[in-house]
């Protein structure tokens, strides 16, 4: 059974920073991709980040790039979103997900509808 944790949710001003953690259970594969993704009430949930399991390289949505990234801790399976810089438009629900990949397949560009498994999503609320 696959499990997905999240923690780290909480209120800040803009201009501060929060830091999520994921960490995951059950997932025996050695290919995947993990990513947090983020949604606000009247919108589609939106790739934030993505790890690729293997060459860990990452992939960042624009609206993020240069203010999160995601650090992961492989001995304690969890992957985290190091938030700064954050401005009211990243208010929302944060959810991690994981889902297996082909040996030559990309983690870039995440839809939310190709991915497994999910969190329960954390709360971030960003007040100007």
């Known amino acids: 059974q696959v499990q997905l944790v999240e923690s780290g949710g909480g209120s800040v001003q803009a201009g501060g920073s929060l830091r999520l953690s994921c960490t995951a259970s059950?997932?025996?594969?050695?290919?995947?991709?993990m990513g947090w993704f983020r949604q606000t009430p009247g919108k589609e949930r939106e790739g934030v980040a993505t790890?690729?399991?293997?060459?860990?390289?990452?992939y960042y949505a624009d609206s993020v790039k240069g203010r999160f990234t995601i650090p992961q801790d492989s001995a304690k399976n969890t992957l985290y979103l190091q938030m700064n810089s954050l401005k009211p438009e990243d208010n929302g629900t944060y959810y991690c997900?994981?889902?297996?990949?082909?040996?030559?397949?990309?983690?870039?560009?995440?839809?939310?509808?190709?991915?497994?498994?999910w969190g329960q999503g954390t709360q971030v609320t960003v007040s100007s």
């Open positions: 997900a994981v889902r297996p990949r082909r040996f030559d397949g990309i983690c870039s560009r995440p839809a939310s509808s190709a991915y497994t498994y």
């Open positions: 059950g997932y025996t594969y050695n290919w995947y991709c």
């Open positions: 790890f690729r399991s293997g060459t860990a390289s990452t």
